[in-house]
């Protein structure tokens, strides 16, 4: 069994976000970058079913050379080795089209991609990348195991889980609960060590069109001051909320 994991380089969740003087692009100096946490569930997942199975497990990334500390954290985990398509994950199309491309070409059997990626949010990619391949597809999936030519998937909906399965090969895109939590892996010194020999296969991108153009960035507004007021003042409070807040 081959299994593709898409992964994607974004910004530790602790990290103070600027953007460039003229605000269409996101400033990345002083950023430390993680592997997309979406992304690790799926991964962990991957390097389960590799022991259990025998699978073999290549990671993925739309990026430039800066993307490289974050693929051999991934190998580090225990992914056999990567892909790095050479170019600037533009917009969700462009990204799609390069993923599709490399797990066609690699007949992979499982493309494993987290459900969104926690910069942009767009959560696009995975479907997009079933509806290139003809694949069939699992969003927000919780629970995984294979058999044979079938994935047997649990995903998470409003108000309960859907038990699902779908013939490989399929993308599966998963999130926290795909492991658990507790079990995700860290990097030993053996895992560090590894990773520094296994191959990253840098490719030049598939042409094709960008369909999103970025106009501008903004930060959201900054909060304003607090106004304490007395929990039995109730005629100030509405007073403020009236004349102040205008919110009544």
């Known amino acids: 069994m081959k299994i593709l994991v898409c992964i994607s380089s974004v910004p530790d969740t602790t990290a103070k976000i600027n953007f460039t003087g003229d605000g269409k692009s996101f400033d990345k100096n002083g950023v430390q970058f993680v592997i997309n946490p979406h992304d690790e569930f799926s991964l962990n997942k991957a390097v389960e079913l590799q022991e259990k199975a025998g699978a073999t497990v290549t990671i993925l990334t739309v990026g430039d050379a800066s993307v490289d500390a974050v693929m051999r954290k991934a190998l580090a985990i225990g992914a056999n080795d990567g892909i790095r398509i050479d170019a600037d994950a533009r917009d969700d199309f462009f990204v799609a089209t390069q993923i599709a491309k490399a797990a066609k070409e690699g007949g992979y059997d499982i493309v494993l991609t987290g459900k969104e990626s926690i910069d942009y949010n767009g959560g696009a990619v995975p479907g997009l990348v079933a509806g290139l391949l003809d694949y069939g597809f699992v969003n927000g999936c919780i629970g995984l195991e294979v ?23 399929a993308v599966i895109a998963g999130q926290k609960g795909l492991v658990d939590e507790a079990a995700l892996r860290i990097p030993n010194m053996r895992g560090i060590m590894q990773a520094r020999s296994k191959q990253i296969t840098v490719v030049a991108p598939e042409a094709t069109s960008t369909s999103v153009e970025v106009v501008g960035y903004e930060k959201p507004a900054s909060r304003g001051n607090v106004t304490l007021v007395d929990k039995d003042n109730v005629a100030e409070l509405v007073r403020l909320l009236h004349e102040e807040a205008k919110a009544i």
């Open 147 to 169: 058999e044979g030519s079938t994935a047997k998937a649990v995903r998470e909906i409003d108000g309960g889980k859907e038990n699902v399965e779908v013939a490989l090969p």
